[in-house]
Structure formats: structure tokens, C-alpha cells
């Protein structure tokens, strides 16, 4: 006989989301974080768009001054304690220091998201098995890390993997279960972000779109 997962014991996981900023955007030039996109600051266009998904929203980053001009000041920083190690090593400092039963993983580079897709996978967290540790988009094979959900339990993984030396996020989610979230066509534009001074001027984004 078959017996069903486990899912969460809430029909209502508590979720906070964690924006990571202060890179060091070498392809960029300068810090993506401040780079305007559309006449605002992409960090600012991330952090209204984690608001709208949680009440709780943290901005991880070794330089929280740099953000004080253009973040509400409402806004809640977490000093990353060993900058330059990499998302995966961010990821576990936000958990250490967050209380939720899910992660919202955002990059700071992220100028299109949608509230609306997000919300939905928001939605999809109470009948994930506790079991899985991350809810993740997954295209052609590849994770879209920085743009997933981490379960608060993931946390055990992570300083194991840390610990042995690893910083890869493609192969932390090829160790650990894992729900792959679709890609489609406007899943993919949320999920374009800005590496180079070139992709600002990108002709296939939309200008338009709200976000």
C-alpha cells in the first residue's frame, strides 16, 4: 500500500525573503544592486516586489549603508560575515539569522519579477513534502537558484556542503530533493537578470512590463 508524503504541518508556512546584495558585480562594473533599470534601483525593484510577497523581508549584505539611500527605512539588513563566498554561503548566514519555515531566495539583479508567479508558488509551499528542501525553477536542466525556496531544514545540507569545501548552487540542488518549478515564456523574462552594462539596453525585455 501506498502511503502518502508528508506534507507541511501548516497550511500556512511562514516565509520570509532574503535578498542578497553586495556583490562583487565584476561583469557589471560597478554594484548591480544601485544600477538603475527602468528609472529605479534594481535592489529597490526586488525589495518592493519581496514586500509584496512577505511581511518579512531581509536584505543580506556586507555594506548596508550603501543601501540606506534608496531602501525604505523599515528595511532589515543582516551583516554578511564572510562576503565573497559565494551565494550558496549566503543563503546559509540569512538562515542562521532567520526565523521562517521557508526561504524566498532572491538575487539583488532581478528587475522583472512578477508578484503574480511568485504568489503562485507561494501557494504551492503547504503540499510540498517535508521531505523536499527547495522549490526551485529548472530550465534545459540548469537550476535558477536565486529564485527559489529553501526550507528552514535545508540549513543541515548547507553547512555540510559549506564545510567540505563546495560553493556550487548547481550542485547543492543535484544532492538535495528537490521540486523543479516550470519555466515558461514569462517565467523566463522574470528570470532575466543584469550581468553586463549590455543587458540594460536588452531589446527582448519589455520596457513596459509592470514589475
Known amino acids: 500500500m501506498l502511503i502518502p508524503p508528508l ?25 548591480k544592486a544601485i544600477v538603475n533599470y527602468q528609472g529605479k534601483p534594481m535592489l529597490l525593484s526586488v525589495y518592493q516586489v519581496a514586500a509584496a510577497c512577505s511581511e518579512q523581508v531581509y536584505v543580506l549584505t556586507p555594506w548596508a549603508e550603501g543601501y540606506q539611500n534608496i531602501l ?17 554561503n549566503g ?7 532567520i526565523f521562517a519555515d521557508w526561504i524566498l531566495l532572491l538575487a539583488c539583479d532581478l528587475p522583472l519579477l512578477d508578484v503574480e508567479i511568485l504568489q503562485n508558488w507561494i501557494n504551492k ?35 555540510t556542503f ?7 548552487f548547481q550542485e547543492l ?7 523543479a518549478l516550470n519555466v515558461d515564456e514569462k517565467t523566463a523574462l522574470m528570470l ?7 543587458d540594460l539596453e536588452n531589446k527582448n525585455i ?4 509592470n514589475h
Open 72 to 88: 525604505p527605512p523599515n528595511c532589515q539588513y543582516l551583516v554578511e560575515s564572510q562576503p565573497g563566498k559565494g551565494p550558496v
Open 91 to 97: 543563503l546559509f548566514e540569512g538562515l542562521e539569522q
Open 162 to 168: 559549506l564545510k567540505a569545501g563546495k560553493r556550487s
Open 173 to 179: 540542488l543535484s544532492n538535495i530533493e528537490v521540486e
Open 192 to 198: 532575466f537578470n543584469c550581468n553586463y552594462p549590455g
Open 125 to 159: 509551499l503547504p503540499q510540498i513534502p517535508t521531505s523536499t528542501l527547495a522549490l526551485v525553477p529548472q530550465r534545459s536542466q540548469t537550476w535558477e537558484p536565486m529564485c527559489g525556496f529553501y526550507r528552514k531544514e535545508v540549513k543541515r545540507e548547507l553547512d
Open 7 to 31: 506534507v507541511s504541518p501548516s497550511p500556512h508556512p511562514s516565509i520570509a525573503a532574503l535578498i542578497l546584495a553586495g556583490g562583487k558585480s565584476s561583469r557589471m562594473g560597478t554594484d
Open 206 to 209: 519589455n520596457p513596459q512590463r
